[in-house]
Antibody, heavy 118, light 108 residues
């Protein structure tokens, strides 16, 4: 059974930093691209970032480019999202998801809440 | 960036009725990399359909997807009480990956 467990969310002041993690289990982590998706309170889904299976290739939404950095540690089956220069509009539940073009994005974590407020 | 526009914003139907949800893309979605998700309050999204028309594992056959290019639909043939939720379409063929704004399916 695929398991994705996010952690690292919390309350942070505007301009601050936070590092999210996503621990993966139940599949060969190093062979899948991974994604981060967020959802602001009461709003829709917004894709944030993606990383290739090797970690060599990364992608970002314009809204976070230059502030967020995605990375992965395939030896520890863990995905990370380093978030710097946080803004109030970054407040959201952040989900990690496993995805592929062949099967879509079938597996999601339960999400971790990030609140940016003074 | 491919913009996905879903309609209607809210759909009010009764259990047993047929639901048809629409998703229109601002440009052609490559190789039909179009997915549909269901989301209930406090839960992560659940993949229903990928590749425009393939049902994900464990999804009942009352859910079906269709379309190609820029116009896609999700059909729920006979609504069950547990189907009332928010539905999102998504294109995952090219970055930036984008979601539609959602259609809320509510009980009439």
């Amino acid at each position: 059974e695929v398991q994705l467990l996010e952690s690292g969310g919390g309350l942070v002041q505007p301009g601050g930093s936070l590092r999210l993690s996503c621990a993966a289990a139940g599949f060969s982590f190093s062979t899948y691209g991974m994604r981060w998706v967020r959802q602001a309170p009461g709003k829709g889904l917004e894709w944030v970032s993606a990383i290739s299976d090797s970690g060599v290739t990364t992608y970002y939404a314009d809204s976070v480019k230059g502030r967020f950095t995605v990375s992965r540690d395939n030896s520890k089956n863990t995905l990370h999202l380093q978030m710097n220069s946080l803004r109030a509009e970054d407040t959201a539940v952040y989900y990690c998801a496993r995805g592929s073009k062949g099967s879509g994005w079938p597996d999601w974590g339960q999400g971790t809440l990030v609140t940016v407020s003074s | 960036e491919i913009v996905l526009t879903q309609s209607p914003g809210t759909l009010s139907l009764s259990p047993g009725e047929r639901a048809t949800l629409s998703c229109r893309a601002s440009q052609s979605v490559s190789s039909s990399y179009l997915a549909w998700f269901q989301q209930k309050p406090g839960q992560a999204p659940r993949l229903l359909i990928y590749g425009a028309s393939s049902r994900a594992t464990g999804i009942p056959d009352r859910f079906s997807g269709g379309g190609s290019g820029t116009d896609f639909t999700l059909t729920i043939s006979r609504l069950e009480p547990e189907d009332f939720a928010v539905y999102y379409c998504q294109q995952y063929g090219s970055s930036p990956y984008t979601f539609g704004q959602g259609t809320k399916l509510e009980i009439k």
